[in-house]
């Protein structure tokens, strides 16, 4: 398995400011996921970052809210940009294809960044 | 229609107990069946996982997936206080290539 740690693992902003949350992986990966967890919700995808390429987002997540940069195959950064109250959520990054390609069945998690919006 | 289906619970049982959770899905491409358990404040791990239908055991842990009525359960025996924690089951297919999670059942399990 492949250990992924976050930062920062908790943060209080105001609404209007932007935050970046970085995921990395003590190995290479080949895909990388960004998903949201609110209370009492289903893990939401909002988008998968491969390296080289633009990241592809889910229905109802759009770039200019959500930037993603993926500089290498151990790293990658979530921005939530302009926030409003309605983005308080736990954001959790996952890997995929720790073997250097795709797993469908081993897919990681990190321990999460819990953002709460005033 | 979700695409997956998880009663959230919460589940509360004496230590011991035999616990069942379920989950119901509607997409017949799913492939792959995984379970993640989810301790307060971290992030999901991967318990087990499951490829088509059938049964799978590891230690106290069962996981059966019933492909004809798209139905998957995880059993723990003799379950443990330190089983407390959110269940979520997940699947996926190569064709669909992104996971869909249930809404997880939260589980305690009281000494």
């Known amino acids: 398995s492949a250990v992924i740690s976050q930062k920062p693992s908790r943060d209080i902003c105001q609404r209007g400011t932007s935050l970046t949350i970085q995921c990395q992986v003590d190995?290479?990966?080949?895909?990388m996921f960004w998903y949201r967890q609110q209370p009492g919700q289903s893990l939401t995808l909002i988008a998968t970052a491969n390296q080289g390429s633009e990241a592809t987002y889910e229905s109802g997540f759009v770039i200019d809210k959500f930037p993603i940069s993926r500089p290498n195959l151990t790293f990658s950064t979530l921005t939530v940009s302009n926030m409003s109250p309605e983005d308080s959520s736990i954001y959790l990054c996952?890997?995929?294809?720790?073997?250097?390609?795709?797993?469908?069945?081993?897919?990681?998690f990190g321990p999460g960044t819990r953002l709460t919006v005033l | 229609q979700k695409e997956v289906e998880q009663d959230p619970g919460p589940l509360s049982v004496p230590e011991g107990a035999i616990v069942s959770l379920n989950c119901t899905y509607s997409?017949?491409?799913?492939?792959?069946f995984m379970w993640y358990r989810q301790y307060s404040r971290k992030g999901p791990e991967l318990l087990m996982y499951t490829y088509s239908s059938g049964n799978k055991e590891d230690g106290r842990f069962t996981a059966q997936v019933d492909k004809s009525s798209k139905y998957i359960s995880l059993f723990i025996r003799d379950s443990q206080p330190s089983d407390s924690a959110t269940y979520l089951c997940?699947?996926?297919?190569?064709?669909?290539?992104?996971?869909?999670f249930g809404r997880g059942t939260q589980l305690t399990v009281w000494p």
């Open positions: 190995s290479q990966v080949t895909m």
């Open positions: 997940a699947m996926i297919s190569s064709t669909l290539g992104r996971l869909y």
């Open positions: 997409n017949s491409a799913f492939q792959y």
């Open positions: 996952s890997v995929e294809g720790t073997s250097g390609r795709p797993s469908y069945n081993e897919q990681f």
